[in-house]
């Protein structure tokens, strides 16, 4: 059970709580600190574990005999089982694959570069066309 000066000690410190976020909310909002998709880019760049995302072929990779799932199905019977080793040893092996499996076709190389193309896009509109000598357009021609 809980004593009443333990009671009394846990309502303050709710109470002090309260009053400092009260506190913080006061002012004008600010705003949210936005990453980019270069900001990111740049982060897989920085990365120690570069076969994550390398240039893979998948003979390069390997083909995996037994899935992700499979392995990580494995590695939870393994657990319940109370074979510990064999349980991180399966669940190593899914990681490895999963993590390989941004190979050859780049996925995150794919994203980065779908994500500019549809930046640059919001970014410019397109220009309006000005007709000097062409045809009218059918709503040139309604007015």
Known sequence: MVSEQELAELEEQIENMDSSDLA??????????????????????????????????ETEIGL???????????????????????????????RMIAATSMGRKGFLAQLFVTQIRKEQKLK?????????FGKPTPEEQNE
């Open 24 to 57: 913080a909310s006061y002012g004008s909002p600010e705003p949210k600190k936005k990453d980019n998709v270069y900001k990111f880019f740049r982060e897989i760049l920085k990365l120690k574990e570069t076969w994550k995302v390398g240039n893979l072929r």
């Open 64 to 94: 995996a005999k037994i899935s992700i799932r499979g392995n990580l199905e494995i590695a939870q019977y393994s657990k319940i089982e109370g074979l510990d080793t064999i349980s991180d040893y399966f669940e190593e092996r899914a």
């Open 124 to 132: 410019t509109p397109m220009p309006e066309k000005k007709r000097l």
